[in-house]
């Protein structure tokens, strides 16, 4: 934890402070306000390295400062306050967000986040929020579970929330969750913004949410104002492009190195797609040669392969197809196409092997799926579903990767496990 002492509180915002000043050890205060509106949308965003650091992101509406505490768990050691910064979000000064530097691995927090109003008028209130828990990654590669999820997107309360429920019970120890895009419909709309975090719950801000915005999360041509206040990303992405610096990062956990690129070229660079893909191409490579990690999942929104041939993105399979077969990247996660399939390069180039690439969808939407976009391009579809809707569990622990797609029934649809062999990895079906 940082040694420094905590920063001066301004006297008009003590009587906010009342639980915090407790922890912090300034000494005695006002009784704690009650806020009119909460602190809420609090979300762990990964940092390129979990093991000593933590981005928090959260919405206190109406405050003019806001903070986060944070601690070890079993209160061995001091709490440190970290200012939010202001991230602007749907309103200025909204929404916020605030990096822990200086953590121990492998080691359990608890966290909460205060809010200052000031000077009355309609603030929403001073307060702190509740306790919280977020545990950081260790130091080497311990087995752990992550969640993926495809297209939330549609009646996300309804249809969607059930799948997304399943998940988070089928892997309560799961640390992280990939999201590939199209979390929701409407890129700014804040019900859809609201109903995406009821259906998550306290699992916004108990796992790193890995998050690649969809086509979805563009509107007119610019990327949702929701979108980088919440998932700011780890910032070691391309120093540039249009929303490259904040939506393209990778975060190492525990053996594996996830990667996030962004395929929204049509919407972020109809002018220059080609050069837009190409510095992210140049980036990934970067990014998978120094890898020292034995494990890589990448993930994006729109699929190389895709269930419908009208619906080809081809210039994204030129481009990063062949930098994610060099480097043998192990999983591809994509979305888009709101069907399930899951395969890999045909015959001598890949069959048994990795990368597997993934499309898959969480929420109700669905198209139809045929095998003509995989198989025209080099690729075979191992298993392939329409009208599903499913969330992936990925278990990784030593030289063995474990993958479940499952529906909210608790269904396997599809599994295969992937074994390190040597400098090789075999892919193996599931029964
Ligand atoms: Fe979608
Ligand atoms: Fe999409």
């Known amino acids: 934890m940082p040694t420094s002492p905590p920063r001066p509180v301004p006297r008009r915002a003590l009587a906010a402070l009342c639980g915090v000043v407790v922890a912090v050890g300034l000494g005695a205060c006002a009784p704690e306000e009650t806020a009119e509106r909460p602190v809420d949308h609090v979300l762990l965003s990964p940092t390129a390295d979990p093991r000593t650091s933590q981005t928090v992101t959260w919405r206190a509406a109406g405050a003019e400062e806001s903070f986060l505490e944070i601690g070890p768990e079993d209160g061995s050691g001091r709490t440190t306050r970290v200012r939010g910064r202001a991230t602007g979000g749907e309103e200025p000064g909204d929404t916020f967000a605030a ?12 966290y909460r986040i205060g809010r200052i109003s000031g000077g009355g008028g309609d603030g929403g209130g001073n307060a702190v929020s509740d306790w919280r828990t977020l545990t950081t990654a260790a130091e080497g590669a311990e087995p752990f579970t992550f969640l993926h999820f495809g297209d939330v997107q549609d009646d996300i309360a309804e249809e969607a929330a059930p799948v997304i429920r399943a998940g988070l019970e089928a892997a309560p120890g799961a640390e992280l969750a990939v999201h590939s895009g199209d979390l929701v419909d409407s890129a700014d709309s804040d019900a859809q913004w609201d109903a995406w975090f009821e259906a998550f719950g306290p699992a916004t801000g108990s796992m790193n949410h890995v998050t690649s915005p969809g086509n979805h999360e563009y509107a007119d041509g610019s990327l949702s104002d929701h979108w980088v206040p919440r998932f700011p990303g780890a910032g070691n992405g391309p120093d540039r492009g249009e929303d490259l610096p904040e939506t393209v990062y990778h975060t190492d ?40 990690h034995p494990w890589t999942v990448v993930t994006f929104h729109h699929p190389l392969f895709s269930a419908d041939p009208d619906r080809d993105n081809e210039l994204l399979r030129e481009t990063w197809l062949p930098v994610l077969e060099e480097y043998g990247v192990d999983l591809v996660l994509q979305g888009h196409d709101h069907s399930y399939s899951r395969g890999t ?38 298993v392939q579903l329409t009208d599903t809707q499913t969330f992936q569990t990925v278990s990784v622990d030593g030289d063995t990767l474990e993958y479940r797609a499952r529906t909210a029934d608790g269904e396997t649809v599809d599994s295969f496990t992937i074994v390190r062999e040597g400098d090789g990895k075999h892919v193996t079906d599931g029964s």
């Open 99 to 110: 990096t822990a530097t200086g953590l121990e691995p492998d080691t359990a927090y608890r």
């Open 253 to 292: 956990y525990q053996g594996v190195r996830f990667v996030v690129l962004n395929s929204n070229h049509r919407e972020a660079a109809p002018r220059s797609p080609e050069r837009w893909l190409e510095t992210q191409r140049r980036w990934l490579e970067r990014t998978l040669a120094d890898n020292p």
């Open 345 to 382: 390069l045909a015959g001598d180039q890949g069959s048994g092997t990795v990368p597997v690439y993934v499309v898959a969808v969480t929420g109700p939407k669905m198209y139809d799926a045929g095998k003509e976009g995989w198989t025209e391009h080099g690729a075979e579809v191992r």
